[in-house]
Each structure stands twice: as structure tokens, then as C-alpha cells.
């Protein structure tokens, strides 16, 4: 039986390795934190596309009855004028709409999965380096652990240590000039927003927020800012951010600044990255997937979505085709256009969420959007971002 090592449990290696585990792959899992974090990354959007995914491994229906479920967004001037409705999905099929959940949760769902399928997860293994033989390949951890397998496969996040063996001189995570902020917050007398998910063009920062039906409040930030490093953003504290989050969206419209004022618990800063081409997917016996080779915005609400995408296809490569070289090479061929055509789409909206202090700007912005949103709304030229739709059963290469 051959075996695989994936290095990161969280959407993309989880997701490789019960497929990888289906079509009959020796599989263990390689996890850099401690133990599990129930609050990682707080929330994403799981779009139409990786809901498909997901119910191909009968997950669908975990994820969907812990989440959000959010086929619209209403968009909102600074001034509090509501300038339209846009689907956040298929546009004729709102009801195959996208859900956002816990980060968390959605972990804990593959996670769980992971155990039923009794593939192991090894937690508290950074990946140090790598060594590759004819015959195998051999994962060296910072703890002096060593694991050897057939392939490895790095699931390993933007600054991917897998990346790096792959080619050194791979492409940097270019910044958007946009820091996200988020957290959860309980407003008195906020009402649920069901199906909905609400973006705020603020004057001096874009907000957004869902309500779900037990009051707690999901929201989140972008703020235009100087270029910015991780490990510098991190050092801000929550209080920190609050204050500014306060100050940016003071004069914006209810419930943005009441949201503020109750938000709760950590705040964390990242600046919004992406990684637009990655000329080589894969060296000798090691891959990438997900966000290690494809790093997307949240504003096109596909990064789990597509490290998802990236899962299955790549086992039903390895399934079908004579060798890892063929299945990582046609693995390259099936989803490169599609993560690149993602990432310039993200790129795109980021554009639209960067902030003028120019008062004309603002109102020439607000004034345009609504003849925008209204062609969006039933437009279905982004209908490629959530009807692509992916078969376990279909052959690879012709075969099956």
C-alpha cells in the first residue's frame, strides 16, 4: 500500500488525505501547533464548490447545521443607503448559496472525519525540511522526528516550508495594501440576519457582519495600510485595534459602530496577501495544495473552497494516472488557471475595498455601485466561481 505524508491539518491536508485514504493510500497527517484550536482564524465562507466537495465525503450536512447559511449580501453606503443585493452564489440559485462558519468548526468536522477513517494526526510537528531518495521521501520535524513515505504532500499554509523545498525561488505573498480585522461581538436588540450577510463601503473602512439566530454577531474589517509584516501586526493587542476600528467607523451607519463597541474577545490583524503564480506545483515526489501554492483573499470567499478543489483532484490523479510524476503534472494542468483566474478575482474586489480619504471619491464610489450591484444581481458571469463541480467517480486521463 503506498503512503503519503501530509504536512497541515487544516482544510486542504485533511481533505487529501480521506480522499487519498479512499482510494486506498496509507496516510498520515503532520500538524505543527500543539493541539487542536477550537477559535483558529475565526470564520470563513464556505462557497457552492467546496460545499460540493465536502458532500462528496459526506460532510456537507455537519458543516451546513453549525454555520451560517448566506446565499445573499446587502451592501450599504456610509450614509446607511441599502445600494443592493448581490448573490453570494450561483446568481439564478440562491438556495445552493455559500455558508460561513467557524474556521474552527470546519477543522473539527474534517478532523473528526480524519479519525472515523482512523488516519493518524501527528500534532506538534514542524516541519524542519525535507529529503527526497529515488524510492521515497523523508520528513525531518524540528522536534527530531522523522517520518518516510512515498510522497509528501504540504497542506501547509502561505508561508509553506514545502513551497520553499519545491523552489526556493518561488514568488513572495504580494500584499493587497488591506489589513483584515475580525471577531464576534452581542448587540442588544440586533436581529438575526438569516441568509444574509451584510458589507458596509464605510468612509474610512469596509465592514462587514452576519447576525445568526442566537444573537452572536460575526464581523470583520479591511483597513487600507501601509505595507505591514505578520509578526509586526501581531504585536498589536486587541484594545489597540478597537480603538482604531472605533475611530475609522465612528460616523458610519448602525449597527457598525454598536458592533464595535461590543465586539468580544481576541482581535487579530493580518495583512491580506496573495500568491498569484507559483510556477511549480510539485518536485520529484513532494506536492502543494491550497493555500501553499494558491493563496487567495477572503474577499472572493473561495480559499477553503478551493484547498478543497485542490484535495480531490489531486487523489484522483494519484488514483488514476501510472505515477506521481503524471498525476502531479496533470494535478498542475486541471487547477492552475482555475486558483490563478480565483486570486485576480479576489484581487479585483480588494481594489474596491481600498479606501480614499477624498470626499469626491466616496460619493463618486456610492453613487456607481448601485448600477453595478444591480447588474450583478442577476448576472451570472461569476457563476464559474461556484458551479465547478469536481466527480470522485469521473476517470482521470481517461481512465476508470
Known amino acids: 500500500m503506498p503512503r503519503a505524508l501530509i504536512i497541515g491539518s487544516g482544510v486542504a491536508g485533511p481533505a487529501t488525505a480521506l480522499f487519498l485514504h479512499r482510494a486506498g493510500w496509507d496516510v498520515e497527517i ?18 457552492t464548490n467546496g460545499l460540493a466537495v465536502l458532500d462528496q465525503l459526506g460532510l456537507r450536512e455537519r458543516l451546513v447545521a453549525e454555520g451560517h447559511r448566506a446565499p445573499h449580501m446587502v451592501m450599504w453606503s456610509s450614509t446607511g443607503k441599502r445600494l443592493g443585493t448581490v448573490p453570494n452564489g450561483p446568481a439564478r440559485e440562491p438556495e445552493r448559496g455559500s455558508v460561513v462558519v467557524r474556521r474552527g468548526i470546519l477543522h473539527r468536522v474534517l478532523r473528526e472525519a480524519v479519525h ?52 526556493p525561488g518561488a514568488p513572495a505573498l504580494a500584499y493587497s495594501g488591506l489589513v483584515g480585522l475580525g ?76 458592533i464595535l463597541e461590543h465586539a468580544t474577545g481576541e482581535i487579530g490583524g493580518y495583512p491580506i496577501d496573495d500568491l498569484a503564480h507559483v510556477p511549480q506545483w510539485s518536485r520529484g515526489r513532494v506536492v502543494v495544495v491550497g493555500d501553499a501554492v494558491h493563496a487567495t483573499s477572503p ?41 490563478e483566474a480565483v486570486v485576480g478575482y479576489a484581487q479585483a474586489i480588494n481594489k474596491q475595498k481600498r ?46
Open 30 to 47: 503532520f500538524e505543527a501547533a500543539a493541539e487542536p484550536d477550537a477559535y483558529a482564524g475565526l470564520f470563513l465562507n464556505v462557497a
Open 116 to 167: 472515523e477513517a482512523g488516519i493518524p494526526i501527528m500534532f506538534g510537528a514542524r516541519l524542519d525540511r525535507v529529503e527526497q531518495k529515488d524510492a521515497a521521501v523523508r520528513a525531518i520535524f524540528a522536534d527530531g522526528r522523522t517520518a518516510t513515505g512515498d510522497l509528501l504532500v504540504g497542506a501547509d499554509g502561505v508561508g509553506s516550508p514545502t513551497r520553499r523545498h519545491i523552489d
Open 183 to 258: 471577531g464576534f461581538a452581542r448587540v442588544p436588540g440586533l436581529a438575526p440576519t438569516p441568509e444574509t450577510q451584510h458589507m458596509v463601503f464605510g468612509r474610512r473602512s469596509f465592514f462587514g457582519y452576519l447576525v445568526r439566530e442566537d444573537g452572536e454577531v460575526y464581523w470583520f474589517a479591511s483597513i487600507t495600510h501601509p505595507a505591514a509584516d505578520r509578526a509586526a501586526l501581531r504585536a498589536v493587542g486587541a484594545d489597540e485595534w478597537l480603538a482604531t476600528l472605533r475611530e475609522l467607523h465612528a460616523d458610519d451607519p448602525y449597527p457598525v459602530p454598536q
Open 299 to 339: 474577499s472572493a470567499g473561495q480559499g477553503a473552497s478551493l484547498a478543497l478543489e485542490d484535495a480531490i483532484t489531486l487523489a484522483r490523479c494519484l488514483r488514476d494516472l501510472d505515477d506521481h510524476a503524471a498525476a502531479f503534472a496533470e494535478y498542475q494542468r486541471l487547477r492552475q488557471p482555475r486558483a
Open 355 to 400: 479606501v480614499t480619504k477624498s470626499r469626491l471619491g466616496i460619493a463618486i464610489r456610492d453613487a456607481m455601485l448601485p448600477m453595478f450591484l444591480r447588474k450583478a444581481r442577476d448576472d451570472t458571469r461569476n457563476d464559474w466561481l461556484y458551479n465547478h463541480e469536481i466527480a470522485w467517480e469521473a476517470g482521470v486521463g481517461g481512465r476508470r
